[in-house]
């Protein structure tokens, strides 16, 4: 016999080991969500919750969902496509499911707090580990010596892994935890720590998605301001000592970003490096072949193979390294159409916010925690850095988290 609250303590458990989960790579966080939504979707429909699923945020993701499959089913290669498209729509009722357990596991958002708190301290002694020996606390080393890899797994993508959960950390700790120097000096040191290792890690992506966090906490979460500031100023004096100090740190982070940039070299100035910008390339060569529907989901790597035969100045890989790329690669200007409209609605709230800040400061549309957020989402749709597959499970996880947070703040307070 179906045990409904048994179901609901072991769903917000797989949910608060979800960020240990995502050390090890895409399949057992995966394999979790997986369970978290199928789990939702029974009690969901047994008691007639149909109040997940008559709002905005389904409908979009529902249409969006709708189009990426009859893209996939009119593609050249529809087996390979719905490899990416037919299961998509796990990620955002996993949104609807961490709204659910909020709403019915009062305890939930503390426990996923002190989660998260725990595995940033492991992750970050991991990648301090790494930064001396070149290997994990469990031996694992990664492909390239000049970056970091998760605990548990070869994915070079610790740094990623830091920045992009780092606002929810934030916004988490504002929430729970009461405003004493315990909590300070909590947040102080995770704020130099994650700028440090997020420094270490030698991915330059990550290192943008922090500075564009630094500078949107600084300017919109009151509570922050000024220690952020201070961090941040600490966490450049600590790097600046390491680059001197360290020259494996320096060949990592400065030496190895100058030469894939031809910085000081004749001629142009690569903006990433002279791989990305083929690939980038072929991406607009795929898009222009299609440009209103696209080639179809995780087609990219179908068809730059055919490209770079006729034209070897074009890149290949499994995608474009890009999300705005990728989206008019794949699904056309009607697949990026879904995708701006997110950057309008947030765009939208935030200008309210600001106006807010001016007119009535004691009545802020946003609270700091729900802006900590908004930094998460812009982390997600910031369209100049280099980004994994769209369609990427790890990285659909850590997008969609912060969503069924931020959907739980908004309806609480209707």
Request: net charge positive; proline share 3%.
């Given at each position: 016999m179906?045990?409904?609250?048994?179901a609901i303590?072991?769903s917000s458990l797989l949910l608060c080991l979800?960020?240990?989960?995502?050390?090890s790579?895409?399949?057992?966080p995966?394999?979790?969500?997986?369970?978290?939504?199928l789990i939702?979707?029974?009690?969901?429909i047994?008691n007639?919750?149909?109040?997940?699923?008559?709002?905005?945020f389904?409908?979009?993701?529902?249409?969006?969902?709708l189009?990426?499959?009859?893209?996939?089913i009119f593609?050249?290669s529809?087996?390979?496509?719905?490899?990416?498209s037919?299961?998509?729509f796990r990620?955002f009722v996993?949104?609807?499911?961490?709204?659910f357990?909020i709403?019915?596991n009062s305890?939930?958002?503390?426990y996923?707090t002190?989660?998260l708190?725990?595995?940033?301290l492991?992750?970050?002694?991991d990648g301090?580990?790494?930064?001396?020996?070149?290997?994990?606390?469990?031996?694992i080393?990664?492909?390239?010596d000049?970056?970091l890899?998760l605990?548990?797994s070869?994915?070079?993508?610790?740094?990623s892994f830091?920045?992009r959960?780092?606002?929810?950390?934030?916004?988490?700790i504002?929430l729970?935890?009461?405003?004493?120097?315990?909590s300070?000096l909590l947040t102080f040191?995770?704020?130099?720590?994650s700028?440090v290792i997020?420094?270490?890690?030698?991915?330059?992506?990550a290192i943008?998605?922090?500075?564009l966090?630094t500078?949107?906490?600084?300017?919109?979460v009151?509570k922050l301001?000024?220690?952020?500031?201070i961090?941040?100023?600490c966490?450049?004096?600590i790097?600046?000592?390491?680059?001197?100090?360290n020259?494996?740190?320096k060949?990592?982070?400065i030496n190895?970003?100058?030469?894939?940039m031809?910085?000081?070299n004749e001629?142009r100035?690569?903006?990433?490096?002279?791989e990305h910008?083929?690939?980038?390339?072929?991406?607009?060569?795929?898009?222009k072949?299609?440009p209103v529907f696209?080639?179809?989901?995780k087609?990219?790597?179908y068809?730059c193979?055919?490209?770079?035969?006729?034209?070897?100045?074009?890149?290949?890989s499994?995608h474009?390294?890009?999300?705005?790329?990728?989206?008019?690669?794949e699904t056309g200007i009607?697949g990026?159409f879904?995708?701006?409209?997110i950057?309008?609605?947030l765009?939208?709230?935030?200008i309210k916010?600001?106006?807010?800040i001016?007119l009535?400061p004691?009545k802020?549309t946003l609270?700091?925690y729900?802006i900590?957020l908004?930094a998460c989402?812009?982390?997600?749709?910031?369209?100049?850095?280099?980004?994994?597959?769209?369609?990427?499970?790890?990285?659909n996880i850590?997008y969609?988290l912060?969503?069924?947070?931020?959907?739980?703040?908004?309806?609480e307070?209707?």
């Amino acid at each position: 016999m179906f045990n409904q609250k048994l179901a609901i303590h072991f769903s917000s458990l797989l949910l608060c080991l979800l960020p240990l989960a995502l050390l090890s790579g895409p399949f057992i966080p995966d394999l979790f969500l997986s369970i978290i939504t199928l789990i939702f979707i029974y009690i969901s429909i047994k008691n007639k919750l149909w109040f997940y699923y008559t709002n905005k945020f389904f409908y979009f993701f529902s249409l969006f969902y709708l189009y990426i499959i009859s893209r996939s089913i009119f593609s050249d290669s529809i087996i390979l496509s719905l490899e990416s498209s037919l299961f998509y729509f796990r990620f955002f009722v996993f949104s609807l499911a961490v709204w659910f357990l909020i709403n019915n596991n009062s305890k939930l958002l503390k426990y996923f707090t002190v989660s998260l708190v725990v595995v940033f301290l492991f992750a970050l002694m991991d990648g301090f580990y790494q930064s001396l020996y070149s290997e994990n606390l469990f031996g694992i080393t990664g492909r390239l010596d000049n970056r970091l890899t998760l605990v548990f797994s070869d994915k070079m993508i610790m740094g990623s892994f830091i920045a992009r959960l780092f606002p929810l950390l934030i916004g988490l700790i504002i929430l729970n935890f009461k405003s004493n120097k315990y909590s300070f000096l909590l947040t102080f040191l995770f704020l130099i720590l994650s700028d440090v290792i997020i420094y270490i890690s030698g991915e330059r992506t990550a290192i943008g998605l922090l500075f564009l966090s630094t500078v949107f906490i600084i300017i919109f979460v009151s509570k922050l301001r000024l220690t952020r500031l201070i961090t941040f100023i600490c966490a450049l004096l600590i790097i600046f000592s390491i680059t001197i100090f360290n020259t494996k740190v320096k060949e990592r982070s400065i030496n190895y970003t100058v030469d894939q940039m031809n910085i000081g070299n004749e001629g142009r100035v690569i903006l990433f490096s002279e791989e990305h910008e083929k690939i980038f390339v072929t991406a607009v060569d795929i898009f222009k072949s299609n440009p209103v529907f696209g080639s179809g989901p995780k087609l990219f790597r179908y068809y730059c193979d055919k490209i770079k035969k006729l034209n070897e100045e074009n890149g290949c890989s499994t995608h474009p390294h890009n999300t705005y790329l990728q989206i008019l690669a794949e699904t056309g200007i009607i697949g990026l159409f879904f995708i701006l409209m997110i950057v309008f609605y947030l765009s939208f709230k935030l200008i309210k916010h600001i106006k807010s800040i001016y007119l009535t400061p004691d009545k802020r549309t946003l609270s700091d925690y729900q802006i900590c957020l908004f930094a998460c989402f812009m982390l997600t749709l910031w369209p100049f850095l280099p980004t994994l597959n769209f369609f990427n499970n790890w990285i659909n996880i850590i997008y969609f988290l912060p969503v069924g947070f931020y959907l739980h703040s908004i309806y609480e307070s209707k």
